[in-house]
């Protein structure tokens, strides 16, 4: 089966470019990030101060069944048969998963679903650690990035779009957070695989983006 792997920072555009690419070219979109995210949701629901009780969550890892499914190649996400496609969306829930993506028993469990999901399909994953450990051997892998400040002002249109009421030094403060914990852990950091290339969106409109990942695309399949 063949591989895209897209990582980057949160809020460079990987999920919007990573469908763009998966419907030209009929593939399947895998969104790892929400993922951890039902991970994290989960531990809030049980009240689990992440960062302070490892044990409990890795004690709630076997009682979690994580489904994903597709509705006009849209991703639908289920924990144990919810489907908790918005809720996983909400600062908090953020801020969970990257707390719990840094936990070496939840990326374990994490990388082998993914690698099932790649060997069955064909796939444009994006995420954190796709082209350095989920799938090292992906036909092409992009790494997006574009500045702290750009990332921020994106994520607030977006969330604004979807009636949310935010405010921009918020959402600067929850990015920088990600960026320096998704980077700085011990297993799987955010980090360009040697194999990719770099695709800095900061001046770029979306259209521009897409374009560029898919000049990508057409050079390298
Ligand atoms: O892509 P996202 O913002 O939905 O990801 C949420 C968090 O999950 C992110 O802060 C880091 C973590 N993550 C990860 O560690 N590895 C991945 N492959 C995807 C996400």
């Known amino acids: 089966m063949a591989k895209i792997a897209i990582d980057g920072p949160a809020g ?11 419907k030209e070219l009929g593939w399947i979109y895998v969104d790892t990030g929400a993922m951890y995210r039902a991970i994290g949701l989960a531990a809030l629901r049980e009240g689990i101060v992440i960062k302070e009780q490892i044990s409990e969550i890795e004690a ?3 009682e979690i069944e994580l489904r994903l499914r597709y509705e006009n190649s849209v991703q639908r996400i289920l924990l144990n048969g919810e489907d908790v496609s918005e809720a996983i969306r909400t600062p908090e829930a953020s801020v969970a998963a990257s707390d719990v993506s840094a936990i070496p028993a939840v990326r374990a469990a994490m990388l082998t679903q993914q690698r099932n999901i790649a060997e069955q399909e064909n796939v444009v994953m994006d995420g954190r650690d796709i082209g350095t450990v989920v799938l090292p051997d992906a036909e092409l892998k992009v790494f997006l990035t574009a500045s702290a400040h750009a ?11 979807k009636g949310q009421q ?16 998704d980077s700085g852990r011990a297993v799987a950091p955010l980090q360009q695989a040697e194999d990719a290339i770099l ?11 897409i374009e560029s990942v ?6 390298k399949l």
């Open 60 to 62: 709630m890892l076997p």
């Open 214 to 219: 898919m000049n990508l695309v057409r050079t």
């Open 151 to 161: 990332r921020a002002k994106r994520r607030c249109k977006e969330l604004m779009e």
């Open 12 to 22: 460079a555009g990987k999920s919007t470019i990573a469908k763009a690419v998966a």
């Open 166 to 181: 935010v405010v921009f030094a918020d959402v600067l403060k929850d990015i920088e957070y990600r960026d320096k914990q």
């Open 199 to 209: 695709v800095d969106t900061t001046h770029l409109t979306l259209e521009q983006s």
